[in-house]
């Protein structure tokens, strides 16, 4: 089975903090994405990787930055982490959708709380 | 842009009903992919159905089949006979050739026995 690790469940930080959140897949996956949940708001996208040193805008990049240095790891840094980043964080891993790909595999999330 | 409008954010069903959940998009993309993802409380997101936008027909997956009407940009989800174990947040996503894919803002589906 496809694993996506993220390397923390829960999280609590202090406001100014540099946060990194972590992401590993282990099917040589092409595409990476990070989420946040929030309540009545879905899941919103910050960035995603199509494939190794790359990276494209989400719909909510702001205060927040990625690397894909290798393939199976794509990392989520909080610059300075604010109170309105508290949220969920889900990071999914997929085969290229235009390939014909349906799955989308998701870690179990990690609960950032910062104060 | 990509966008992805769930206007519901809450329904309920009687078990063994029929319900159908509505979603709405937007894209500038003339090649396509529609889902809907079920989230039960474990956050897993688990693939309901796919639909590509050069397909006219529309897909269907046991009791599940959706209503596609590509002029309207407009993908319902129907779930027919419905179980207690439906009972979930259910989300519709959308992902063009850029491989961006975002999703809606869900709707939660309560099934009442």
């Known amino acids: 089975d496809v694993k996506v690790t993220q390397s923390s469940r829960y999280l609590v930080k202090r406001t100014g903090e540099k946060v990194f959140l972590e992401c590993v897949q282990d099917?040589?996956?092409?595409?990476m994405f990070w989420y946040r949940q929030d309540p009545g708001l879905g899941l919103r996208l910050i960035y995603f990787s199509y494939d190794v040193k790359m990276k494209e805008k989400g719909d909510i990049p702001e205060g927040y930055s990625v690397s894909r240095e290798k393939k199976e790891r794509f990392s989520l840094i909080l610059e300075s982490a604010s109170t309105n980043q508290t949220s969920m964080y889900l990071c999914a891993s997929s085969l290229p959708f235009r390939q014909g790909n349906e799955k989308l595999f998701f870690g179990s999330g990690t609960q950032l709380s910062v104060l | 842009a990509q966008t992805v409008t769930q206007s519901q954010p809450e329904m309920s069903v009687q078990e063994a009903e029929t319900v159908t959940l509505s979603c709405t998009y937007d894209t500038s993309e003339s090649d396509y992919y529609l889902f809907w993802y079920k989230q039960p409380p474990s956050r897993q997101m688990i693939l309901v159905i796919r639909q590509e936008a050069y397909k006219q027909q529309n897909a269907t997956e046991n009791r599940f089949s959706v209503n596609f009407q590509k002029a309207a940009k407009s993908f319902s989800l129907k779930i027919s006979d419905s179980q207690l174990g439906d009972a979930a947040m259910y989300f519709c996503a959308l992902v063009g050739g850029s491989e961006k894919l975002v999703f809606g803002k869900g709707m939660k589906l309560t099934v009442n026995p």
């Open positions: 099917m040589d996956h092409e595409n």
